[in-house]
């Protein structure tokens, strides 16, 4: 088949096909970029999170922080020292996250409901935590327009945080008992979430 004969034949398609054809084309084009496999990950992830809740661990399995598992320094975009000590006898969500991230980037903007939802409650603290350069972090934050509290490590977390996956978020009751720990895009804006925050907050 010769150009002309594909051009015609071409124009014989449906219109529906030829979109299909153009959003093809697009999505590839978009693949070959780095920023746009973040954009299409990260749309693929929001929507995985809009879906999966995430699992309350069992109490036979809750794991018990130490005072070591508490003394360990990372410090707020402004480059202020801060320790998870600081942190004590509070709920605190824990989120363990990337600016490369596809599924860190989809479960953002649940993130962000519920930080909205519980920011003026303090007996709640949010720890969106990264190793990723200064300047991405705030030009990642500040284009997305987040206002949950970003920190920066450079030390390992203690034993208990460590995780090869990202995004993981774990969710600690005032005792110090780690209640969720979830790797991978989840609703953080759901029922489940809401119920067991609710409940760490009374106690």
């Not at 990260?42 to 809750?62: C, H, L, W, Y």
Request: overall charge positive.
């Amino acid at each position: 088949m010769n150009f002309k004969e594909y051009i015609a034949k071409y124009k014989k398609k449906s219109l529906k096909a030829k979109i299909y054809d153009v959003v093809f084309i697009i999505f590839i084009i978009a693949m070959l970029t780095p920023s746009g496999r973040l954009a299409i990950g990260g749309f693929v992830n929001r929507i995985k999170a809009m879906i999966i809740q995430p699992s309350v661990t069992s109490e036979k399995d809750v794991v018990q922080l130490t005072e070591k598992d508490y003394n360990w320094e990372f410090k707020d975009i402004s480059g202020n020292t801060v320790n998870l000590s600081d942190f004590e006898n509070k709920v605190v969500f824990m989120n363990f996250w990337a600016t490369w991230c596809p599924p860190c980037v989809g479960e953002m903007p649940a993130v962000q409901d519920l930080y909205n939802t519980y920011k003026d409650d303090e007996r709640i603290q949010f720890l969106m935590l990264t190793d990723d350069d200064p300047e991405k972090i705030k030009n990642f934050i500040k284009k997305r327009e987040y206002t949950f509290p970003v920190f920066r490590y450079q030390f390992r977390p203690p034993n208990v945080f460590q995780s090869s996956v990202i995004p993981t978020t774990y969710i600690i009751s005032k005792k110090g008992k780690i209640k969720v720990k979830e790797t991978g895009a989840s609703n953080w804006n759901g029922k489940t979430t809401k119920e067991l925050i609710n409940k760490l907050l009374s106690e």
